[in-house]
Each structure stands twice: as structure tokens, then as C-alpha cells.
């Protein structure tokens, strides 16, 4: 069965990567509750590729 309620699964990528011109992507999945937070998420994340903290913004 489908789960009920206002609890979204949500893609975050990186910002900074693109920028950086070294192949690959760096993502996390992750959840939010839609109903409390209806603006797109952006969480500081490790990038493994980078070895460092970035930004990372909620993707389409």
C-alpha cells in the first residue's frame, strides 16, 4: 500500500560540484515533511569527490 501523509522523499545535490569540472555527482536522498516546509531544501553535506563540505540543494 501507499503511504499516507505529507511526507516526501527528496533529492539534494551538490552546488559546487559543476563548478569544479571533476567528474561525477555527489547526492543524498533524503525526506521533509511538505506541509511544514514547502520551499526547497538546502543542508550542508559532505562531497566525498570535493573531500569537503558544500551546499546542497533539492533538485526536481
Known amino acids: 500500500m501507499a503511504k ?3 511526507r516526501v522523499q527528496v533529492i ?3 552546488t ?3 563548478e569544479s569540472g571533476k567528474p ?3 547526492r543524498y536522498i533524503t525526506t521533509k515533511n511538505k506541509k511544514n ?4 531544501l538546502e ?7 570535493l573531500n569537503r563540505m558544500t551546499l546542497h540543494k533539492e533538485i526536481k
Open 16 to 18: 559546487e560540484h559543476k
Open 4 to 6: 499516507k501523509g505529507n
Open 43 to 49: 543542508v550542508k553535506k559532505f562531497n566525498p569527490i
Open 24 to 26: 561525477g555527482t555527489s
Open 37 to 40: 516546509s514547502p520551499d526547497r
Open 12 to 14: 539534494l545535490e551538490c
